[in-house]
């Protein structure tokens, strides 16, 4: 059974950084795509970031050139560098896998991210 654990969220001012962190366990992590959504209070979840098998990587508009996602293979976990961070940046962070970035199908509980201003 695939299990991803977030950890790094927080409060932060605007302007600051962060770095989120997902460890995953039961399964192959070096085969799977990994990625981060967020889901603000009262809007969809969206999809931030994601990182293929190769390492290629996708973002949303929103991040590009704020956000950077990355990952270690020898720990099985993937990473979520979040830098000039703004309000609207305020989200709950999921971490999820799947054998493409089309079709995450494993979810992480969440982490709270607060960006204030």
């Known amino acids: 059974q695939v299990q991803l654990v977030e950890s790094g969220g927080g409060l932060v001012q605007a302007g600051g950084s962060q770095r989120l962190s997902c460890a995953a366990s039961?399964?192959?992590?070096?085969?799977?795509?990994m990625g981060w959504y967020r889901q603000a209070p009262g809007k969809e979840r969206e999809l931030v970031a994601a990182?293929?098998?190769?390492?290629?990587?996708k973002y949303a508009d929103s991040v590009k050139g704020r956000f950077t996602i990355s990952r270690d293979n020898a720990k099985n976990t993937v990473y979520l560098q979040m830098n000039s961070l703004k309000p609207e940046d305020t989200a709950v962070y999921y971490c999820?896998?799947?054998?493409?970035?089309?079709?995450?199908?494993?979810w992480g509980q969440g982490t709270q991210v607060t960006v204030s201003s």
């Open positions: 999820a896998s799947g054998r493409s970035w089309f079709s995450f199908s494993s």
């Open positions: 990182i293929g098998i190769g390492g290629s990587t």
């Open positions: 039961g399964l192959t992590f070096g085969r799977y795509a």
